[in-house]
């Protein structure tokens, strides 16, 4: 009998799993594939901690695929190659998988599929990681969207009509899977080792009060979701339907995610550079010194210095004080938010993308639906706002009130006046 390979890709859970659940229904024996691609790895370090991560959570299904009498078939290397080998060696007459609409997965994606079809091999693909996925939300014109309130009304009109709910299958289609036992690849034979750094568990028993938590850092009310949303260890259904119900200052931020997902769909460009072209002409200042400074938490504003802390240690930081820590990278210092984008990349668990890159550029004042590029946070205020008792910066910064904590980097009120300045010269040079 021919088999169905399953590929996992960023849907690490057995449960509520799109395309899972149709190749076990498919009527052929399922065997499950995770491909380490060597395209992505090559260039992280040999104890990232997303890999551990995702090393982990497969682990944790070969467990469980083991009492099925079966097993997760790990490979490392170039898709294309590895997808030759698997057709050489399984001959399968089906391939399930999950949609990715990053720019390179979908690249990738169109590859394989072509290797695929080329060898007769049924290709089938789903939606899993979205309620709604980037052609679904559109305008009456049929153009997407740019502005977040219009979308996300759309998108709420749309999920009441149609509502999406966790798959009820799949549970008893789960003796389905091909009985076979690969041996199990060990981490170091990838080519990495377990990191320090781990991800949390992620807690739902926040949600419901959400909206009264979200922007107090030193408060640990946090979901913990984003790393778990980024790998699929967690149904995006499941979390809608509880946020729906249990708050909907949560459901939003959801909304944010996806939104973002259209964005980088239809406009792609925006990973090389700005979303609108008119603050393609700003002068960043890009100094080198003063941006290890701000990497490494010693810019003297001690909110800021505890939220790069917090990511240098942790691979996480508080949402509000992302939002504060770009800011005054693109703002006060005048540095590219490419380049602290970059290094978000580089440390975030939960790194993804879209909702990187968009949340960036919000900051930096050249994203869609942006904030003014005439906003400048003064972090000084929001430490009082957000943290008025220094109790998550004490958290974080050992040094703080003590001798040879940095002095400021700047002041913040010649650092707004030169941030508008550059702005506003930057727009004329666009616009003559």
């Avoid at 079809?117 to 709604?132: G, L």
């Avoid at 002409?281 to 504003?301: A, L, P, S, V």
């Amino acid at each position: 009998m021919k088999i169905c390979i399953f590929w996992f890709r960023r849907d690490l859970r057995l449960e509520d799993n799109t395309a899972l659940e149709a190749a076990l229904g498919s009527g052929m024996p399922v065997m499950p594939v995770f491909i380490f691609d060597s395209n992505i790895l090559d260039d992280l370090e040999k104890d990232d901690p997303r890999v551990s991560f995702i090393y982990s959570t497969l682990s944790g299904i070969n467990d469980r695929l083991r009492k099925k009498g079966s097993g997760l078939h790990i490979v490392r290397g170039n898709p294309s190659a590895v997808w030759k080998k698997l057709i050489r060696d399984f001959k399968p007459g089906a391939v399930y998988f999950n949609r990715d609409y990053e720019p390179y997965a979908r690249e990738r994606d169109s590859t394989v599929e072509k290797i695929l079809v080329d060898a007769k091999v049924e290709v089938r693909s789903f939606r899993d990681q979205v309620i709604f996925e980037g052609n679904e939300i559109l305008k009456s014109d049929g153009q997407p969207y740019t502005v977040f309130t219009p979308y996300s009304r759309k998108w709420l009109q749309k999920f009441r009509e149609q509502g999406t709910l966790p798959h009820a299958g799949g549970k008893e289609s789960h003796h389905n899977f091909l009985k076979y036992d690969p041996s199990f690849t060990l981490l170091e034979e990838l080519g990495f080792r377990i990191s320090s750094i781990r991800v949390r568990p992620y807690d739902l028993s926040v949600i419901p009060e959400y909206d009264k938590y979200r922007d107090l850092p030193a408060e640990d009310k946090t979901s913990f979701l984003s790393p778990h949303l980024r790998f699929g260890t967690v149904s995006i259904r499941q979390l809608v339907s509880k946020a729906i119900k249990e708050n909907l200052t949560f459901l939003n931020e959801l909304i944010w995610r996806e939104f973002f997902m259209q964005i980088l769909y239809h406009f792609p460009h925006v990973v090389a550079g700005n979303f609108r072209p008119v603050y393609d002409n700003i002068q960043w200042r890009n100094d080198e010194k003063e941006f290890r400074r701000w990497c490494n938490g010693e810019t003297g504003y001690p909110i800021v210095d505890a939220g790069m802390r917090q990511l240098n240690e942790t691979g996480w930081m508080h949402n509000r004080v992302r939002m504060i820590v770009s800011g005054f990278l693109c703002k006060d210092l005048l540095i590219d938010w490419q380049w602290g984008e970059a290094y978000f990349a580089e440390k975030l668990l939960d790194y993804e993308l879209s909702s990187n890159n968009g949340n960036w550029q919000w900051a930096a004042g050249t994203g869609c639906d942006a904030a003014p590029w005439f906003r400048v946070f003064n972090p000084d205020a929001q430490q009082k706002k957000f943290d008025p008792g220094y109790k998550y910066v004490r958290r974080w910064v050992e040094d703080y009130g003590k001798k040879g904590y940095p002095t400021k980097i700047v002041d913040h009120n010649f650092a707004r006046e030169r941030a508008i300045e550059a702005y506003r010269l930057g727009i004329k040079k666009y616009h003559f």
